[in-house]
């Protein structure tokens, strides 16, 4: 019987959704490291924003912005050509993770 209960619980974890990555971790996976800097506070180049402690809500807006297009200025572009990689799902976690950057 516990063999039975224990196949069955296998079997249902392998339909589990699975659970999104942490912001930190995304941050990371993500590549924004690359320009942001580790922390978020030290961009690669003065023009690009130091990410640390932004408002989730508008680094949410501003990272789907840039991935549909409807932000198309400045340094968007060098932006453009990660953001396919990550979902929205992932952008809300990674604006979370940024705002609570001290």
């Known amino acids: 019987m516990k063999l039975g209960l224990m196949i069955f ?26 320009c942001h800097g580790k922390d978020a506070k030290k961009p690669l180049t003065p023009e690009y924003p130091k990410l640390a402690g932004q408002n989730a809500k ?10 549909s297009g409807a932000r198309a200025n400045g340094n968007s572009a060098a932006m453009k050509g990660v953001m396919h990689l990550v ?10 993770y940024l705002s609570e950057i001290k």
């Open 58 to 67: 508008y680094a949410e807006r501003q990272m789907l912005d840039i991935k």
């Open 9 to 34: 619980a296998a079997a249902a974890a392998s339909f589990a959704v699975p659970a999104l990555a942490d912001g930190k971790a995304l941050y990371l996976e993500k590549t924004c490291i690359a």
């Open 87 to 96: 979902s929205d799902e992932e952008i809300k976690e990674l604006a979370k």
